[in-house]
């Protein structure tokens, strides 16, 4: 919204009280967008702390403290977006033996709540707040409310979905998958390989290099864990890597793929390449060498 607004031609003060916009994501991912909406004329306030908000005759005035410095500014209106709370109050649900807390109803894998005739699905019981996932969500409660296991297909398991999501700037940021901290935490080796934007040849054209593909596999193999992608259509070329961790496809698969030229997807298959060219060691190089010096006799 910030963004939107500024390149409308309203003067855009933007509070976060983190250090960066999209905290959760890649910094450097972040510094991206962050670059591009300063350069867009969103003053941009990071670490805000002591907010306060009161009215002048000249409108409504917003004092925040940020990096040590006090600012002081009158705008038009003030947004604020602290996110969703879930609506479960005063619907009766105790009544039908569903349980909920502050975070929304309590499922199990198959979206099942503690009365096993009720299923639900959504931001009500999920931490991905998107409509593809409610829709996907709903595809599960579908399949196993109305073909109970063992007599149909009803073993559906919501942790068995790959979540894709894009946060809608310019350039978008799409992620699938685990981050590399993910990884990392959880004790698993990650290889991760980065190609830029402004090294395809489709983005010089367009006039959209700022941005990179990255790609996280797992070492001593080709699958992938997880993929971010900064680009202008970064929510469209994320589905690549997403129809691949789901249907268990490797990197070996997208780097055989062949690729349309001169699109910006090519990215996808450029970050994994990397991964390719990183494992065609000395040793196969000599080897190949003393093979095609064979051949030729």
Not at 83 to 99: F, H, M, T
Not at 134 to 153: E, R, S, T
Not at 226 to 237: P, R
């Amino acid at each position: 919204l910030a963004q939107s607004f500024a390149r409308f031609g309203s003067q855009v003060y933007l509070v976060e009280a983190a250090h960066g916009i999209m905290p959760n994501e890649d910094r450097d991912a972040a510094d991206i967008v962050e670059q591009q909406m300063v350069r867009d004329g969103v003053k941009l306030l990071c670490c805000g702390k002591q907010l306060q908000v009161g009215k002048t005759e000249n409108g409504k005035r917003l004092t925040v403290g940020s990096h040590g410095q006090q600012y002081d500014v009158t705008v038009d209106e003030i947004l604020v977006g602290v996110g969703r709370a879930p609506n479960v109050e005063g619907i009766g649900l105790e009544a039908a033996g569903v349980d909920y807390d502050k975070n929304g109803i309590k499922v199990n894998d198959r979206l099942q709540t503690t009365n096993p005739k009720i299923f639900a699905a959504g931001d009500i019981c999920s931490r991905y707040k998107f409509t593809h996932a409610a829709d996907a969500m709903a595809q599960i409660v579908i399949q196993n409310a109305l073909f109970p296991h063992p007599f149909g297909l009803g073993s559906a398991s919501v942790e068995s979905l790959i979540m894709p999501w894009c946060t809608f700037t310019e350039p978008e940021i799409a992620h699938v998958g685990m981050y590399e901290k993910d990884a990392r935490e959880k004790g698993i080796e990650v290889e991760t390989y980065t190609y830029k934007l402004d090294e395809v040849d489709r983005a010089i054209l367009d006039g959209e290099g700022e941005g990179f593909a990255r790609v996280h596999i797992k070492k001593g193999t080709d699958k992938i864990l997880g993929a971010t992608i900064v680009a202008s259509h970064a929510g469209d070329m994320i589905s690549e890597f997403s129809v691949a961790m789901k249907a268990g496809a490797g990197a070996k698969t997208i780097a055989a793929t062949i690729h349309p030229y001169p699109t910006q997807a090519e990215v996808n298959k450029k970050a994994v390449n990397l991964w390719r060219k990183a494992h065609f060691t000395q040793r196969i190089k000599n080897l190949l060498i003393k093979l095609f010096t064979w051949m030729r006799r």
